[in-house]
């Protein structure tokens, strides 16, 4: 798994392959929940958007490719387990995307 760090950071409007591919797939597969909450959970999820900016995830865990990966594949809470919905090479797209200032700026005001 590629870890990125503050190098793996593009300015806005400039993904590279890989990131498209990962906004892509979140746009897909986590923006339901954890932006829109367009499946009126309960329970609103929390906003990813900058969620590398800070040294820990909104559960206390260390802010890293691999919690935030594991999370992913393993579920935390009401969010179900994506195991086996997404290829290595997705979830290195997807967790580049997540590194870039475009994701974490889409979130603010």
Request: hydrophobic share 35%.
């Amino acid at each position: 798994m590629t870890v990125l760090g503050s190098s793996g950071c593009h300015r806005q409007g400039q993904l590279t392959d890989q990131q498209a591919e990962g906004k892509q797939l979140y746009d897909v597969r986590c923006a339901h929940c954890h932006e829109y909450n367009d499946l009126a959970l309960k329970k609103v999820p929390p906003d990813l958007h900058g969620v590398f900016n800070s040294p820990t995830l909104p559960s206390g865990a260390p802010a890293t490719d691999v919690q935030v990966a594991r999370t992913i594949l393993t579920g935390k809470g009401m969010m179900p387990s994506f195991a086996g919905r997404f290829t290595t090479a997705q979830m290195e797209a997807l967790l580049a995307y997540l590194h870039t200032t475009q994701f974490a700026e889409e979130g603010k005001p």
